[in-house]
């Protein structure tokens, strides 16, 4: 999953209903999960070649490949998307040849950002071209916090467990209405920067906001259900947040740390209230914030325990975040 965001949302699914048990291939990290969190990992078949939890996801075969070099630097990585995305190409390509073999059923992918993961459009030229199991396409298209409840139902209801669906949802719903009463009682709420991409700057939108909201911050920048976008460091030393959250779209915490450095050579960075207080944190945010899944709880407990720390404790430091310092 790379950034910047990408197109507006579709919604409907295309393809035949079928009835055999399902056959199902994920090309969307969150998906993949949503999957999982639904009882039904043992009908996955395929997945992408970003999807990594649950951990037992692994052993299934790999379904697309990005041709983007994801081991270059934040300024290079996006100067490769924005040159592919210039030319109208796609970021990813779907191995159509192993979906006909994997002869699927159900095909999870998305139309919320195309250079964040396989769009709609190479999956379904891929299996109008390739794949003989005319399987059922089931587009996410997550934008809001509502949106990743949507989609959860909607995969569900593509699988004949809608009412299971409902549960999860339900569930999730719960452990976050019980995170924003703990939260919604204190009487600070601190300003806080999520910063989705390092070099250039970007802001973290979606549902992001949504979770800050909930876990009791207050973003700078960023509009809920509305996609990130670019901001300038003038606009960051001019808000001055008291918490600053790195969480780059794809990367985990070695991967942020790794790219950091580039930020205290900003003129006025040692001046930010955030650093000031030791109050700059990097988080994975490819395992987190960025996929739009069941872990969108464990993302609000995250930024609970960030903007929070003598309230909320869920176990996350070293995992979810880490200190700036560390």
Not at 29 to 50: N, Q, Y
Not at 188 to 201: F, G, K, N, V
């Amino acid at each position: 999953m790379l950034c910047p965001k990408g197109p507006a949302r579709h919604s409907g699914v295309t393809g035949k209903t079928k009835k055999s048990p399902a056959r199902i291939v994920s090309l969307i990290a969150s998906a993949t999960e949503i999957v999982s969190a639904l009882g039904m990992e043992d009908r996955l078949v395929g997945r992408s070649h970003e999807c990594d939890f649950p951990p037992s996801v692994l052993n299934l075969p790999v379904c697309s490949s990005s041709k983007v070099n994801a081991a270059a630097t934040s300024r290079e990585i996006d100067r490769q998307v924005g040159k592919i995305v210039s030319q109208a190409l796609s970021v990813y390509r779907v191995d159509g040849a192993l979906l006909d073999e994997l002869a699927p059923t159900v095909i999870v992918t998305q139309t919320q950002c195309e250079v964040c993961a396989v769009s709609l459009r190479d999956v379904e030229k891929a299996v109008h071209e390739r794949v003989r199991s005319e399987p059922q396409i089931v587009p996410l298209a997550p934008m809001s916090l509502g949106d990743v409840f949507d989609d959860i139902e909607a995969v569900a209801g593509a699988l004949g467990i809608s009412e299971r669906g409902g549960q999860l949802v339900a569930q999730l719903q719960e452990r976050l209405e019980a995170i924003h009463s703990a939260a919604a009682v204190l009487e600070t709420r601190p300003a806080i920067a999520c910063i989705e991409w390092i070099d250039p700057l970007m802001h973290a939108a979606n549902w992001v906001p949504e979770l800050v909201e909930i876990a009791g911050g207050q973003v700078i920048a960023g509009e809920p259900g509305r996609h990130s976008g670019y901001f300038d460091f003038e606009d960051l030393l001019a808000a001055d947040p008291d918490v600053i959250a790195l969480m780059p779209c794809g990367f985990d915490i070695r991967r942020t740390r790794d790219e950091s450095p580039v930020l205290p050579t900003l003129p006025g960075w040692e001046d930010l209230r955030a650093v000031r207080n030791r109050r700059v944190f990097l988080t994975d945010g490819n395992q987190y914030f960025n996929r739009p899944g069941p872990r969108v709880v464990e993302s609000a407990e995250i930024l609970a325990e960030l903007l929070h720390p003598d309230i909320f404790d869920f176990g996350h430091q070293g995992s979810g975040w880490i200190p700036w310092s560390e």
